[in-house]
Every structure is written in C-alpha cells, then in structure tokens.
C-alpha cells in the first residue's frame, strides 16, 4: 500500500514554544516530499520541499523538516511557534508508482497555536 | 515560482446547473491539476489536464460530471455538471514547474 499518514489531525502550542508536525509514508520509490500550509480561507503555499538532495530541508518561516528514510517518516518542526503559524498542514508525496505526477496528501494536521 | 488564479472565487449554485471555473497560470507549467476539498477534509485529485487532449481523470470522476480544458500551457477550465448539494466544496487548480506543484487560492462552491 501506498500511503501519507499525519499522526496528528490536531496540534495545540503555547507561543514561543517549539512545534513537531509528524508525517509518515509508505511507498515502494524514492519519493518527493512536500510540506503545504492552508491558512483559513486562503490558497496552499508551499512551506519546503525535499527532492533526494540534503536531508535536512529548511523552509519558510523557520520552518524545517528532516527526510528519515529508515523511518519513513517527514516530520516539519519549527523552534518557536509565532501565533500567525496558526493553520492547516498538510504532509504531501509525490513518486508513487514511479510517477511524479502522482502526488498524495495527508489527512492535515491543524495547528493552534495559544497566547 | 508560478502564480496561479482561478475564477470565480466563490459561487453559489442551485442543484441542477452548471459552473465553470477557470484556471491561469502566469508561467508555462508542464502540468495542471484539479482537486477538490470538501469541508474539513484534506485535497483529492480529480483530474490531469492535458492541453490539447482528453484530461486523466482519478478513480470515481468522470469526464461527463467533471468536463475539463486546457487550450494551452497556461489556462484551464473545470465544469462542474449537473450540480447536486454534495458537489459542495473547494476546488483547486495546481500547476507543476519543476519538481514543485503550485496552487491557485481555490474556488469556493455551495450548492443548494
């Protein structure tokens, strides 16, 4: 089976107190990995991606995340949260079946974020 | 980068009729996609849009429900056909350049 899982449907953080996302995959490829945010009522804005170069990516906005192949797993990770990171994550795949075009997302991880 | 637009950005329809969404890119992408995002859920694949030929379409769409069209490189359209309060829901334009896919701000449908 080929597969995104986000372990998380929802994640709540105090203001300056750093934040873990989990993402984890299955697939039979080396795959692209992405990391998308929706804030609400606004469009997906890409956060970083990973694409087979340095496994350790850094994003927008102090945002990170580290390719884990043994793991299968994408987490994104921020040191600090800031209240404007209040959104909807989505962890998305892409290489399924060999195929670029085939890009899976996540169920989406909403992240609060409290005062 | 790519900047993507849609229109309408929002609409609401009454069950029965149709509503065409459109899709430009500001750069010549190689790939456009349609997805759909129904409330509080995440983004499901409905179709490639190929330019000049018929789109590929995802397991549970088909092309007499979600009729779609790519003249060139750059612009898209999406009909959603014969509406029924169930087809209410984001939909969502993308466009692949390079090994990253861009996303248009969506197009907000409610049917009654």
């Known amino acids: 089976a080929q597969s995104v899982t986000q372990l998380d449907s929802h994640v709540s953080v105090s203001e300056g107190t750093p934040v873990l996302l989990r993402c984890n995959y299955s697939?039979?490829?080396?795959?692209?990995l992405f990391w998308y945010v929706q804030h609400p009522n606004k469009g997906l804005q890409l956060l970083l991606k990973?694409?087979?170069?340095?496994?350790l990516v850094k994003g927008i906005n102090g945002f990170e995340a580290e390719f884990k192949k043994s793991e299968t797993s994408f987490h994104l990770t921020k040191p600090s949260a800031h209240m404007s990171d209040a959104a909807e994550y989505f962890c998305?795949?892409?290489?399924?079946?060999?195929?670029?075009?085939?890009?899976?997302f996540g169920a989406g991880t909403r992240l609060t974020v409290k005062p | 980068s790519a900047v993507i637009s849609q229109k309408p950005s929002r609409d609401i329809c009454q069950r029965g009729t149709s509503l065409t969404i459109q899709c430009q890119v500001d750069?010549?992408?190689?790939?456009m996609f349609w997805y759909r995002q129904q409330p509080g859920q995440s983004l499901t694949l409905i179709a490639t849009?190929?330019?000049?030929?018929?789109?590929?379409?995802e397991s549970g769409f088909v092309i007499d429900k979600f009729p779609i069209s790519r003249p060139n490189l750059t612009f898209s359209t999406l009909t959603v056909s014969n509406m029924s309060p169930e087809d209410s829901s984001i939909y969502l334009c993308?466009?692949?350049?390079?090994?990253?896919?861009?996303f248009g701000p969506g197009t907000r449908l409610l049917v009654l």
């Open positions: 998305v795949v892409s290489g399924f079946r060999g195929n670029n075009n085939d890009m899976r």
């Open positions: 697939s039979s490829y080396s795959p692209s």
């Open positions: 990973y694409t087979s170069a340095a496994t």
């Open positions: 750069s010549q992408v190689t790939m």
């Open positions: 849009a190929n330019q000049g030929s018929e789109a590929t379409y």
């Open positions: 993308s466009g692949r350049l390079g090994e990253t896919q861009y």
